[in-house]
C-alpha cells in the first residue's frame, strides 16, 4: 500500500525492491507533481502488482493544469515543466485512476480516499479531531479506512473502525530520508519504511532548466529531501518529528 509519490523514483523504486513478493497493491494517489523524476515514476506505478490505484489531488492537476494556475511563478514554473515533460502515453494511466471508494483486496474490505475531505480540514493528521477523521469515510463500514495527503504515518481507532495513513513514498514530512508505505499480510496491517539514495532525485532536480530562474526555491526543495522535512521543517512537522511520527 503506497502513495504520494511525488515524482521521486528513487523512492518508489527503493519500496518495490523491498516488496518484490507483492501479489496485489493498493495506491492511495499523488503520482508525479511536484518532483523531478515523473517518467520514470508512472512507468513503474504502471508495473504494480493488481489492485486499486485512486486519485489524488496532484494528479487531477497534471491532467488539468488550470487546477494549479493561482501557485506562486516558482511552483507554477516547476509544474508546467513536469507536464509538459510527462511522456503521453501514461496519461491514459493517470486518467483511469479510481475515486475515492470500497474495494476489496486479497479478501479484505477496505475504504480507500486520498485524504483531502471537500470543506474539511487541509490535512487529517494523527491528532485531528475524530469528527474531521470520520469525515473520510462517513458512510463505509469497510474495517480498513486507507488514505494519504498528510504524508504522515499514523493508524486511529475510531468507533472500532480503523484508519491508516501508511505515510508518503515520496516526500518525507517529519525528518526522514525514507520512503514510508505499508503492507497487508493475512488481513493484518504494519507499517513500513525504507531507506533510498536521493542523489539520483537530486541530480534530476538539478537539471531542470525551468528553477534556473528561482534557485532559491530549487535549493528549498533540494533542502526539503535531504533533511527529510519536505515542505519545511516547521510545525505541525517539527513537532510530530519530535514525537518519533515518520
Known amino acids: 500500500m503506497l502513495g504520494d509519490v511525488h515524482g521521486n523514483a528513487a523512492a518508489l523504486e527503493a519500496v518495490l525492491e523491498a516488496e518484490a513478493d507483492a501479489n496485489a497493491s493498493i495506491f492511495l494517489g499523488d503520482t508525479v507533481l511536484s518532483g523531478p523524476q515523473g517518467n520514470r515514476v508512472l512507468e513503474l506505478l504502471r508495473q504494480l502488482p493488481p489492485g486499486p490505484a485512486i486519485m489524488g489531488n496532484h494528479d487531477l492537476e497534471l491532467l488539468d493544469p488550470a487546477l494549479y494556475g493561482h501557485y506562486p511563478s516558482s511552483w507554477l514554473d516547476l ?53 474531521h477523521v470520520m469525515a473520510l469515510a462517513p458512510d463505509s463500514a469497510s ?16 468507533s472500532g473502525q480503523r484508519f491508516i495513513n501508511p505515510g508518503s513514498v515520496g516526500q518525507n514530512r517529519c525528518g ?71
Not at 509544474?79 to 486479497?106: M, Q, Y
Not at 497487508?184 to 504494519?190: K, V
Not at 526543495?221 to 519530535?242: C, M, N, Q, S
Open 79 to 131: 509544474n508546467n515543466w513536469i507536464v509538459e515533460s510527462t511522456d503521453r502515453l501514461h496519461i491514459p494511466w493517470v486518467e483511469a485512476l479510481l475515486p475515492k471508494g470500497e474495494f476489496t483486496v486479497g479478501g479484505v474490505e477496505v475504504c480507500l480516499h486520498h485524504g483531502m475531505v471537500d470543506g474539511g480540514p487541509r490535512h487529517v493528521l494523527p491528532d485531528s479531531p475524530d469528527e
Open 143 to 158: 474495517p480498513f479506512v486507507f488514505f494519504g495527503h498528510s504524508h504522515v504515518q499514523f493508524d486511529r481507532t475510531i
Open 176 to 246: 526522514h530520508v525514507l520512503a514510508c508505505y505499508g503492507v497487508i499480510e493475512a488481513g493484518e496491517y504494519e507499517h513500513r519504511s525504507v531507506a533510498f539514495d536521493p542523489s539520483p532525485w537530486h541530480e534530476a532536480l538539478r537539471g531542470i532548466d525551468a528553477l534556473e530562474a528561482h534557485p532559491d526555491f530549487r535549493d528549498w526543495l533540494d533542502e526539503g529531501l535531504r533533511t527529510g522535512f519536505g515542505i519545511g521543517a516547521h510545525e505541525p512537522w517539527t513537532g510530530y518529528a519530535e514525537r518519533g511520527f515518520r
